[in-house]
């Protein structure tokens, strides 16, 4: 059996992030800035196909997209994919290999950078497929224990996610190891990288909400959507930043890195 590790403190990992992306300003910058280009071209690609089924969700009846708007919104979808996974393994890399392990601006795309996205893609559709499965049984409840009851599941789904993530780590990092190797380190510290994970994205929230509130107070957002959208961008992909930083912390600390 695998002795259990000491759980990393949630406070701990929330603060170590916020200061490390704050610490190594100049590398984010440096790592984030052509994801950030690629996201939000995509966005600019998809934009109207965006707007045509946010009004449609609003509507609340379900109806097929139009003509048009499927191959623009997963444009959209895939260059969003594309940007996060190429700032994640570059940022993981810099994190746990050093400098070299991401040097220039970060379009040095390897195999780690393929196996770490496809991963993704994997995880995805295995979540998607088991929130379907395990949301089955909610619409059988009453409104209130369902509400309940998706709350447990969800849950249950991101610390699943978490216990995973070392094995994830290893395919930025060029050490994989088997999920199963993966689920056995990450024994005790589940809960923890879970909730720190979503903890961290509290004060891009905050930032996010008092930053919508000067940026329309002042009449920017409507002389500039478009700059508006891109500040957002930013602030999403300093928050994956973040999240990067605490998923490299809990590997360092569950797994180690060899040189």
Same mark, same amino acid.
């Given at each position: 059996?695998? =002795?259990?590790?000491?759980?990393? +403190?949630?406070?701990?990992?929330?603060? @170590?992030?916020?200061?490390?992306l704050?610490?190594?300003?100049?590398?984010?910058?440096? #790592?984030?800035?052509i994801?950030t280009?690629?996201?939000?071209?995509?966005?600019?690609?998809?934009?109207?196909?965006?707007?045509?089924?946010?009004?449609?969700?609003?509507?609340?009846?379900?109806?097929?997209?139009?003509p048009g708007?499927?191959?623009?919104?997963?444009?959209?979808g895939?260059?969003?994919?594309? &940007?996060?996974?190429?700032?994640m393994?570059?940022?993981?890399?810099?994190l746990?290999?050093?400098p070299?392990?991401a040097v220039?601006? /970060?379009l040095?795309?390897?195999? =780690?950078? *393929? $196996?770490?996205?496809?991963?993704?893609?994997?995880f995805?559709?295995?979540?998607?497929?088991? #929130?379907?499965?395990?949301m089955? =049984?909610?619409v059988?409840?009453p =409104?209130a224990?369902a509400?309940?009851?998706?709350?447990?599941?969800i849950?249950?789904?991101?610390?699943l996610?978490?216990?995973?993530?070392?094995?994830?780590?290893?395919?930025?990092?060029?050490?994989?190891?088997? #999920?199963?190797?993966?689920?056995?380190?990450? $024994?005790?510290?589940?809960?923890?990288?879970? *909730?720190? !994970?979503?903890? *961290?994205?509290v +004060?891009?929230?905050?930032?996010f909400?008092?930053?919508?509130?000067? !940026?329309?107070?002042?009449?920017?957002?409507?002389?500039?959507?478009?700059? @508006?959208?891109f500040?957002?961008?930013?602030?999403?992909?300093?928050?994956?930043?973040c999240q990067?930083?605490? #998923? &490299?912390?809990?590997?360092r600390?569950?797994? /180690?890195v $060899?040189?």
């Amino acid at each position: 059996m695998v =002795p259990r590790r000491q759980t990393i +403190p949630v406070f701990l990992q929330v603060k @170590t992030a916020l200061q490390i992306l704050w610490q190594q300003r100049d590398d984010a910058l440096r #790592l984030g800035l052509i994801p950030t280009l690629i996201g939000f071209g995509g966005f600019l690609y998809g934009q109207e196909a965006l707007v045509v089924m946010y009004n449609l969700m609003l509507t609340g009846i379900p109806v097929e997209p139009p003509p048009g708007v499927a191959g623009p919104i997963f444009v959209a979808g895939l260059a969003s994919l594309v &940007a996060t996974c190429l700032l994640m393994v570059n940022w993981l890399r810099f994190l746990l290999l050093g400098p070299m392990g991401a040097v220039g601006i /970060g379009l040095s795309i390897g195999a =780690p950078h *393929v $196996r770490f996205f496809f991963t993704v893609i994997g995880f995805v559709l295995a979540t998607t497929i088991l #929130l379907m499965v395990l949301m089955q =049984p909610m619409v059988l409840l009453p =409104p209130a224990l369902a509400t309940i009851g998706v709350l447990v599941v969800i849950a249950m789904v991101l610390i699943l996610l978490a216990r995973l993530a070392p094995f994830l780590v290893g395919k930025a990092i060029g050490q994989s190891m088997s #999920l199963k190797q993966s689920w056995n380190v990450s $024994r005790g510290n589940g809960a923890s990288v879970a *909730v720190s !994970l979503i903890l *961290v994205q509290v +004060p891009f929230m905050i930032g996010f909400t008092l930053l919508e509130m000067v !940026l329309r107070a002042i009449g920017f957002m409507d002389l500039a959507p478009i700059g @508006t959208v891109f500040i957002g961008i930013i602030g999403q992909f300093a928050m994956l930043i973040c999240q990067a930083s605490i #998923l &490299a912390t809990a590997y360092r600390h569950m797994v /180690g890195v $060899r040189v």
